[in-house]
């Protein structure tokens, strides 16, 4: 027999699961609800909870929208959004993560004391949005130690990070800001139910022969921790569902881990450790 084991470490982190939660308590209630963005980056989740009503939107249609209910998922969302409710009188259900908010706060206050914030982070994401739009829109987001280098920057500078980010990363990043600038604040920012993964992916793919990791391609977080299980077993394969696994992968394994993001449903990675059990045990034992 060939053992399977799901990652008890993986799955949703503390901040997707309250989202999703309140989610799905709305559309018991009143079957329908409009999200600002995907609620979480995996399709496979999202069309589960638009089967049930779920509606995502973009920011130009939530200048459309009026008197309807919006959630704001656990990335956060700059100031401007809650503006736009205000005038739209739109009903806000705020997932926002307790960690991002925090987050927030402490970019704002920065700010407001004119210092220039840097973020370590991915332009564009949801999360670094919101921080951004703490600042007015003046904060520079950097996602390499090259970009951080070439900073010209003649103010006082604190740096913080997008929560999921690297913390080895930073801690580079916080060595050479603080050479280059002389009035220098260095945050921690990294949320620790992120962070702690690394470690406890790096075990669990050392233990088996074969790592399936399962995540949403447009998934950050993923792509990071895939990287570590990579790292450490050369025989670990990146799906999104069960429909791309590929069966020769398996070929000789007799020990099989299943891991994720923390996007990632664990219905999604039971499904994917089921449908494995059913082609290396079952049609062995036929």
């Not at 990287?227 to 799906?239: D, E, G, H, L, M």
């Not at 039971?270 to 034992?285: P, R, T």
Request: aromatic share 6%; with cysteine.
């Amino acid at each position: 027999m060939v053992h399977i084991e799901i990652d008890k470490h993986s799955g949703f982190c503390f901040g997707v699961v309250y989202a999703i939660e309140m989610a799905e308590n709305r559309l018991h209630e009143t079957g329908e609800l409009y999200c600002l963005g995907d609620i979480v980056h995996n399709d496979k989740e999202v069309e589960r909870l638009e089967e049930l009503g779920l509606k995502v939107i973009d920011h130009d249609r939530l200048r459309e929208l009026r008197d309807v209910a919006v959630l704001i998922r656990a990335h956060g969302e700059p100031p401007e959004t809650y503006r736009i409710a205000m005038e739209n009188n739109l009903e806000l259900i705020d997932a926002s993560c307790p960690v991002v908010l925090k987050l927030q706060n402490r970019i704002r206050q920065a700010h407001d004391e004119d210092r220039q914030i840097v973020i370590l982070g991915k332009k564009g994401h949801a999360e670094v949005n919101g921080l951004v739009g703490q600042t007015q829109q003046e904060a520079i987001v950097v996602s390499s130690l090259e970009e951080a280098e070439a900073l010209a920057i003649d103010k006082p500078v604190s740096l913080f990070s997008q929560t999921t980010k690297s913390t080895k990363l930073l801690y580079q990043l916080k060595e050479k800001m603080s050479e280059k600038f002389e009035d220098f604040t260095f945050n921690d920012t990294i949320c620790r139910q992120v962070s702690n993964r690394e470690p406890e992916l790096r075990k669990f793919s050392e233990k088996h022969d074969v790592i399936v990791f399962v995540a949403g391609k447009k998934s950050s977080n993923g792509k990071a921790l895939f990287s570590t299980c990579q790292s450490v077993n050369p025989r670990a394969y990146f799906i999104s569902d069960v429909a791309e696994l590929e069966l020769s992968w398996l070929a000789g394994a007799s020990s099989i881990g299943i891991c994720g993001a923390t996007s990632t449903p664990m219905w999604l990675m039971e499904q994917v450790a089921q449908h494995i059990d059913a082609h290396v045990n079952q049609v062995a034992l036929a």
